[in-house]
């Protein structure tokens, strides 16, 4: 019973606690109830590195009690929304995270998120296909999280990498500038920002090359990266060069 980080870990430890034991996992975070409780990831970071060790092991029951939400502090709430914004926008048949005037999402719509994040994991538990759309912002918000040493939040990552995903898909000729536009004013309505602050932006697009293929996503130095395609939903685009993404950041970020 925990956070993202306790359930993680946890989850780990029963996985391989006698090659396996009984898993029951009580979310208490927003992000805990719609993801990181769901989908038989498991994880502990080792070596400052994070993730790096981790087995697939499905809880056999996730139990959600958003009651819980009521004492989590207003960041780690928009962390969740940032992931319920991204599974919105890979999904978009799901209601919008917040009705308008509330803080918290209400419990039938965190049932109806953490749903859909089952149901992704459910057809491709080892992350070799559709699984991998939940990457959306990912490659591009783990690079601003390297860059910052983790200062900004993974929320805040996530939602300015969402931003710079439909951007670039706008560049690469995918989407057109209203479907654009449109993804990043609602992740600007819900108060994130999606560019970065021009105090940073040179000294770290100068170090994206090397962070962008750090990220466990490239294959032979080739990245695949989650982008809009033309009504606005996502798609895998396979063997992107790395030049192709660095040459229009710039305009992008
Ligand atoms: N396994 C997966 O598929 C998956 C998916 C997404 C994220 N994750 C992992 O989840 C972790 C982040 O999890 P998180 O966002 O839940 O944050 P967290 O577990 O780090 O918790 C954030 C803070 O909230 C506090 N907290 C937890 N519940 C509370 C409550 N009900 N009231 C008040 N405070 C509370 C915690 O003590 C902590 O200080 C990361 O390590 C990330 O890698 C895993």
Not at 45 to 71: C, D, H, M, R
Not at 189 to 214: C, R, V
Request: include cysteine.
């Amino acid at each position: 019973m925990g956070g993202g980080t306790v359930t993680d870990a946890a989850a780990y430890s029963v996985s391989t606690f006698k090659r396996g034991c009984r898993l029951i996992l009580i979310p208490t975070t927003l992000l805990g109830m719609i993801d990181a409780a769901l989908g038989g990831k498991t994880a502990l970071n080792y070596k400052s590195v994070k993730n790096l060790i981790g087995t697939f092991y499905p809880a056999e029951q996730v139990i959600l009690v958003p009651e819980f939400l009521q004492t989590l502090p207003e960041d780690e709430v928009k962390n969740g929304l940032a992931e319920m914004l991204k599974l919105n926008f890979i999904m978009p048949d799901l209601p919008v995270p917040l009705i308008l005037g509330n803080i918290i999402p209400a419990p039938e719509i965190i049932m109806d998120y953490a749903q859909a994040k089952l149901s992704i994991c459910s057809n491709d538990l080892t992350d070799k296909g559709n699984r991998r759309l939940l990457n959306l912002g990912h490659s591009f918000g783990h690079t601003l999280e390297s860059y910052t040493n983790f200062r900004i939040s993974h929320g805040d990552a996530i939602a300015w990498g969402i931003a710079t995903a439909a951007r670039v898909s706008e560049k690469l000729g995918y989407i057109n500038k209203d479907t654009a536009n449109k993804i990043v004013n609602t992740l600007e309505t819900y108060k994130f920002n999606t560019y970065l602050e021009a105090g940073i932006k040179s000294d770290f697009l100068a170090s994206i090359p090397e962070l962008i293929l750090q990220d466990k996503k490239t294959d032979n130095d080739l990245l695949t990266l989650v982008l809009f395609k033309e009504t606005g939903t996502v798609t895998l685009c396979k063997g992107l060069t790395p030049e192709t993404i660095t040459d229009i950041l710039p305009d992008c970020v």
